[in-house]
């Protein structure tokens, strides 16, 4: 009798385990219907079953909740880069709504849904159009070299490549597996592309590299105040020196992180200008004016913080923001006051390396064009050191390869 009933509680607990028991947590995330990305834990399962189900933890939550295909947009794993998207198809001529498994993201995206009796990989076009190839399990035990089964497998997704007599070629050559049909997805992109927008591979390569480095260039102008005080008195105060140009060029690096968050990357940018300004004097206590000041220095920052851009469904625009640390050095000081007399401040950097400490903040807008993208950045950078102070907005028109 005990035996019975030790056998039983085993059973019991055992289809407990298997109804809620996470088998093979991953780190990943999902992006809801707003475009909203929450991280945290997602149950890998079989392939049909990541089809229809996606088990989700959040990072700040202690339970697993389940998430349909109607529920989200999609979800992804962040350590092979598994990509999972909802979409409405047709299977045998019934209407399903199911996550696929997107393989490749370009001109055609490469979709792939599998069952117990066959292998599904959709091709969806510019239009939107999906076509659908349905590979029997059947035509691997013995078809592959049947010429009228290839034929009638791929005769639905021939329009997909319709741009390209090439990869049309290709498709009758090639076997019909999941890698051979994504380099031919690749290969259809890179020549049909006209905007040189890069393919995305979403399952990554063991040998790809975990940060991706990009090169920025660009020229602007700084727009701000420059502020002087003595110290001492408040006789050279030029709080009111408004109106600083500074005519800049910069040059840095974008590194990003694809496994982590296609979307974040940690920017370092070195830029530099040459300041000239001038102030008319003025009274000073009603007593004595205040001298006229000419001041001309070089201006060198040295800045590092993340960005983060937003993703916009099928546009090349991105959207985004950023902030920061920056060093900033006054290099090549030079003034003249008038009538003379010295201002203090800038003394004491005339002669000497002073590393002026301070933070940026700002947004950007970035445009796909070509194998790179044109970039726009409004940033507002703070630098105050002792009694020199230069405060103000930055504009400037880069491109990022």
Same mark, same amino acid.
């Given at each position: 009798?005990?035996?019975?009933?030790?056998?039983?509680?085993?059973? $019991?607990?055992?289809?407990?385990?298997?109804?809620?028991?996470?088998?093979?947590?991953?780190?990943?995330?999902?992006?809801?219907?707003?475009?909203?990305?929450?991280?945290?834990?997602?149950?890998?399962?079989?392939?049909?079953?990541?089809?229809?189900?996606?088990?989700?933890?959040?990072?700040?939550?202690?339970?697993?909740?389940?998430?349909?295909?109607?529920?989200?947009?999609?979800?992804?794993?962040?350590?092979?880069?598994? %990509?999972?998207?909802?979409?409405?198809?047709?299977?045998?001529?019934?209407?399903?709504?199911?996550?696929?498994?997107?393989?490749?993201?370009?001109?055609?995206?490469?979709?792939? %849904?599998?069952?117990?009796?066959?292998?599904?990989?959709?091709?969806?076009?510019?239009?939107?159009?999906?076509?659908?190839?349905?590979?029997?399990?059947?035509?691997?035990?013995?078809?592959?070299?049947?010429?009228?089964?290839?034929?009638?497998?791929?005769?639905?997704?021939?329009?997909?490549?319709?741009?390209?007599?090439?990869?049309?070629?290709? $498709?009758?050559?090639?076997?019909?597996?999941?890698?051979? $049909?994504?380099?031919?997805?690749?290969?259809?992109?890179?020549?049909?592309?006209?905007?040189?927008?890069?393919?995305?591979?979403?399952?990554?390569?063991?040998?790809?590299?975990?940060?991706?480095?990009?090169?920025?260039?660009?020229?602007?102008?700084?727009?701000?105040?420059?502020?002087?005080?003595?110290?001492?008195?408040?006789?050279?105060?030029?709080?009111?020196?408004?109106?600083?140009?500074?005519?800049?060029?910069?040059?840095?690096?974008?590194?990003?992180?694809?496994?982590?968050?296609?979307?974040?990357? $940690?920017?370092?940018?070195?830029?530099?200008?040459?300041?000239?300004?001038?102030?008319?004097?003025?009274? %000073?206590?009603?007593?004595?004016?205040?001298?006229?000041?000419?001041?001309?220095?070089?201006?060198?920052?040295?800045?590092?913080?993340?960005?983060?851009?937003?993703?916009?469904?099928?546009?090349?625009?991105?959207?985004?923001?950023?902030?920061?640390?920056?060093?900033?050095?006054?290099?090549?000081?030079?003034?003249?006051?008038?009538?003379?007399?010295?201002?203090?401040?800038?003394?004491?950097?005339?002669?000497? %390396?002073?590393?002026?400490?301070?933070?940026?903040?700002?947004?950007?807008?970035?445009?796909?064009?070509?194998?790179?993208?044109?970039?726009?950045?409004?940033?507002?950078?703070?630098?105050?050191?002792?009694?020199?102070?230069?405060?103000?907005?930055?504009?400037?028109?880069?491109?990022?390869?």
């Amino acid at each position: 009798m005990k035996q019975r009933l030790l056998t039983s509680i085993i059973c $019991l607990l055992s289809v407990w385990c298997a109804m809620h028991g996470q088998v093979n947590p991953k780190p990943g995330y999902i992006v809801g219907q707003l475009n909203d990305t929450i991280y945290g834990t997602i149950d890998f399962r079989t392939t049909a079953r990541n089809a229809h189900v996606c088990v989700f933890k959040a990072a700040a939550d202690s339970v697993f909740k389940e998430y349909t295909p109607q529920d989200i947009y999609a979800y992804r794993f962040t350590d092979d880069g598994k %990509y999972y998207v909802s979409r409405q198809v047709n299977i045998s001529g019934m209407p399903e709504r199911l996550f696929l498994e997107c393989l490749i993201g370009g001109i055609v995206n490469l979709y792939y %849904y599998a069952t117990d009796y066959s292998s599904y990989y959709f091709l969806e076009d510019e239009e939107g159009e999906m076509y659908i190839a349905d590979i029997p399990n059947d035509y691997f035990r013995g078809l592959e070299q049947d010429p009228e089964a290839k034929r009638r497998i791929l005769r639905p997704i021939v329009k997909a490549f319709r741009k390209s007599p090439a990869t049309l070629q290709k $498709l009758w050559e090639i076997p019909i597996r999941k890698q051979e $049909l994504c380099e031919l997805t690749k290969a259809y992109h890179n020549e049909v592309c006209s905007t040189g927008e890069q393919c995305i591979q979403y399952e990554y390569d063991k040998d790809e590299q975990a940060v991706n480095l990009t090169w920025m260039f660009s020229a602007g102008a700084f727009f701000g105040t420059l502020g002087l005080d003595s110290g001492a008195d408040n006789y050279h105060t030029v709080d009111d020196m408004t109106g600083a140009v500074v005519p800049m060029l910069s040059v840095g690096l974008d590194l990003a992180f694809p496994r982590l968050d296609p979307s974040l990357s $940690l920017q370092a940018v070195l830029s530099g200008g040459y300041l000239h300004m001038n102030r008319k004097g003025k009274m %000073y206590y009603d007593v004595a004016p205040k001298p006229d000041v000419k001041v001309d220095m070089a201006l060198l920052d040295v800045a590092l913080g993340p960005a983060y851009r937003f993703e916009l469904r099928g546009k090349r625009w991105k959207p985004g923001i950023k902030a920061g640390v920056m060093g900033s050095s006054l290099l090549g000081i030079d003034y003249t006051t008038s009538d003379g007399s010295p201002i203090t401040s800038l003394d004491g950097y005339k002669d000497s %390396y002073h590393l002026i400490v301070g933070f940026y903040a700002g947004a950007m807008l970035e445009y796909q064009l070509g194998k790179g993208s044109l970039t726009l950045d409004v940033t507002y950078k703070n630098r105050e050191v002792n009694f020199i102070r230069l405060n103000g907005v930055e504009v400037i028109l880069g491109y990022r390869f």
